[in-house]
């Protein structure tokens, strides 16, 4: 089965411009959750999608948003870079249970994002 | 509010046990989740515990007492390999959709 895959892997940017990343789950998983790991730093979760539709959100501002497609794949953009936001973004993909929340999650490799 | 406590980084010697400490206090409680880091690489998952007690898995183990907010991950045998972080997650029921809250991680350093 394979993993969960992210792209690009390596990402080098300007301040001021966008970017969007993208993220493909395992197959059969449909929730999708986003992080951004800064060095030294936990997750700081962005938010989480399942079916379409956005189920959990971060304490991140509005120029971070995503979307996730009928087929899972997921996409999360970034407007107005600015050089605070040069981190590592993970991508995480698992099942739901009955309850809601999520089962063990599945990490991609990352999206690295320089912001120069 | 939500927050989950890990020791920052711990030293342990190559073939000792090492106990990596997670205390949390959250709304509510609906199982936590224990994931291996190493640097440069994406999280892996290692444990899950949602009742009281001890899950053993090889060289790892993870307990949880519900009533004190407080886990532990036990690494036994230590490995250079097991140098790593080590992060803690609390699905928090107080949260709409139960949504997971991180610790900031253990940096665990294994010396020969």
């Known amino acids: 089965k394979a993993g969960v895959t992210q792209t690009p892997r390596y990402l080098i940017k300007t301040r001021g411009q966008q970017v969007t990343l993208s993220c493909s789950p395992i197959?059969?998983?449909?929730?999708v959750s986003w992080y951004q790991q800064t060095p030294g730093q936990g997750l700081q979760f962005l938010f989480e999608?399942?079916?379409?539709?956005?189920?959990n959100k971060g304490n991140f501002p509005g120029r971070f948003s995503g979307r996730q497609f009928s087929n899972s794949r997921s996409e999360m953009n970034v407007s107005t870079l600015e050089l605070g936001d040069s981190a590592l973004y993970l991508c995480a993909s698992s099942l739901l249970s009955r309850t809601g929340g999520t089962y063990e999650q599945y990490f991609g490799p990352g999206t690295r994002l320089t912001v120069t | 509010g939500q927050n989950i406590d890990q020791p920052t980084e711990m030293t342990a010697t190559e073939g000792a046990i090492v106990q990596i400490n997670c205390t949390y206090q959250t709304s509510g409680f609906n199982g936590l989740f224990w994931y291996q880091q190493h640097a440069g690489e994406a999280p892996t998952f290692l444990s899950y515990n949602v009742l009281d007690g001890l899950e053993e898995k090889g060289r790892f183990s993870s307990f949880l007492s519900r009533s004190k907010g407080y886990s532990y991950l036990l690494l036994k045998e230590l490995q250079m390999k097991d140098s790593a972080s080590y992060l803690c997650?609390?699905?928090?029921?107080?949260?709409?959709?139960?949504?997971?809250?991180w610790g900031a991680g253990t940096k665990l350093i294994i010396k020969p």
């Open positions: 999608y399942f079916s379409e539709t956005q189920r």
């Open positions: 197959s059969g998983h449909r929730s």
């Open positions: 997650a609390v699905r928090d029921t107080g949260k709409s959709n139960y949504q997971l809250i």
